[in-house]
């Protein structure tokens, strides 16, 4: 009896002992690695009202991870990469990252589109320690406050703004600044960046008008400000609604200066049929490459762009080409033994990195935040242009 107690309880120990064992190799594990894959998502806008630009931008990252997963992926592993429609809502994006987190497993994310989403994902990604890169938005929460997790690849919304509203009282004279913005945390930090800067040139912003990221109508919004004697009007807007506010703009014959930032900074607005977004004004943290731009790096990215999707990248497109080559280039210098620790230390140590399309990014480690450059362009001909070569700032 003595015997048989004696041999069940070293059973019981040594079943505990491996217990141990196993749980503590299941929490040295990191999640979305194995010995021949990294698993890695997306979250964007794939059929709502700013899928010109979440598609765009998934699909070059795919191209970025299938032409690694080509020659052998990264130290003997393969990118899987998973991407899941939000159609632009924030329901459908946590919808989506609890499946990323909790069925995919995925090791870090990329691209995610829109600041509401984002703002909403990031504590429960994070309580995961899986980190946000470079999301599709370019709203100073995803830099600030200063987490290890987030890196960010563009000046910030509110930075965009404080540059234009400088220059455009300094350079072009205007003195009643008006803002159009989406009510939601992307049209707010727009909000914010014209309102602190009228302020620090002492002056005010003159009327406001918010509206959904599905309204259709603008009329009354734009009476308003017509009606507040406004000279410019900077507008928090993305693609859909910037069309559409600038046509009824141009049909009251007003001739007043528009000025959007980096989520209206798109082809679908330059080259709108009629020619309505002429003189449109853009703020923007990186210059959109043509098709036929000179650069044989950018031609050969264009045509091979084409090739797989069958039309050509727009300027989403090329800021998601960039961020899967950073994301790639930080897996590289993580090594063989991925960890999310060994992955930060990896992207923290890329410094002066240029694109093949002109923007150099930077990081370290208390720097998340590759770049800080604006760029004034207006449409002309139906393509964008530069106003100034030179980055702005405030």
């Not at 800021?319 to 620790?341: I, S």
């Amino acid at each position: 009896m003595r015997f048989r107690f004696s041999n069940i309880l070293l059973s019981v120990l040594a079943g505990g002992v491996l217990l141990g064992v196993s749980l503590a190799h299941a929490a040295d594990a990191t999640q979305g690695v194995s010995d021949t894959e990294i698993v890695i998502g997306n979250i964007t806008d794939l059929s709502g009202v700013t899928a010109v630009q979440g598609v765009n931008n998934s699909d070059a990252i795919r191209m970025v991870f299938d032409e690694v997963n080509a020659k052998g992926g990264i130290n003997g592993r393969k990118i899987k990469f998973i991407a899941e429609d939000s159609q632009y809502q924030v329901p459908r994006a946590v919808q989506a990252m609890n499946k990323l987190l909790n069925n995919d497993h995925v090791f870090l994310t990329i691209g995610n589109g829109g600041t509401p989403m984002n703002d909403a994902n990031m504590p429960v990604q994070f309580a995961k320690n899986v980190p946000n890169m470079f999301p599709l938005t370019a709203a100073r929460s995803m830099y600030e406050p200063y987490n290890k997790l987030k890196f960010a690849q563009f000046a910030s919304y509110y930075d965009q703004m404080r540059a234009a509203v400088k220059y455009f009282a300094e350079k072009r004279g205007r003195k009643n600044f008006c803002v159009m913005y989406q009510d939601s945390d992307f049209g707010k930090d727009v909000l914010a960046g014209v309102v602190a800067q009228t302020q620090a040139m002492g002056m005010k912003v003159v009327a406001t008008t918010a509206h959904r990221p599905t309204d259709t109508d603008f009329n009354a919004n734009v009476n308003k400000l017509k009606d507040a004697g406004c000279d410019v009007i900077m507008m928090g807007t993305i693609v859909r609604d910037t069309n559409i506010i600038i046509q009824t703009v141009r049909k009251l014959g007003w001739n007043v200066d528009l000025v959007g930032q980096f989520a209206s900074y798109d082809t679908a607005v330059a080259s709108l049929a009629g020619g309505a977004t002429e003189g449109f004004f853009c703020m923007t943290p990186a210059l959109y490459a043509y098709p036929d731009d000179p650069r044989p790096e950018v031609q050969a990215f264009a045509k091979k762009y084409k090739e797989l999707y069958g039309r050509d990248p727009n300027f989403h497109g090329e800021v998601g080409n960039t961020a899967a080559k950073l994301v790639v280039l930080g897996l590289q210098r993580a090594g063989k033994d991925l960890t999310t620790e060994n992955f930060i230390k990896g992207m923290e140590s890329i410094h002066g990195y240029k694109d093949i399309f002109g923007s150099e990014l930077s990081f370290g480690p208390d720097q998340h935040h590759g770049s800080t450059k604006s760029f004034l362009t207006v449409v002309k001909d139906g393509r964008w242009v530069p106003v100034e070569q030179e980055a702005l700032g405030y």
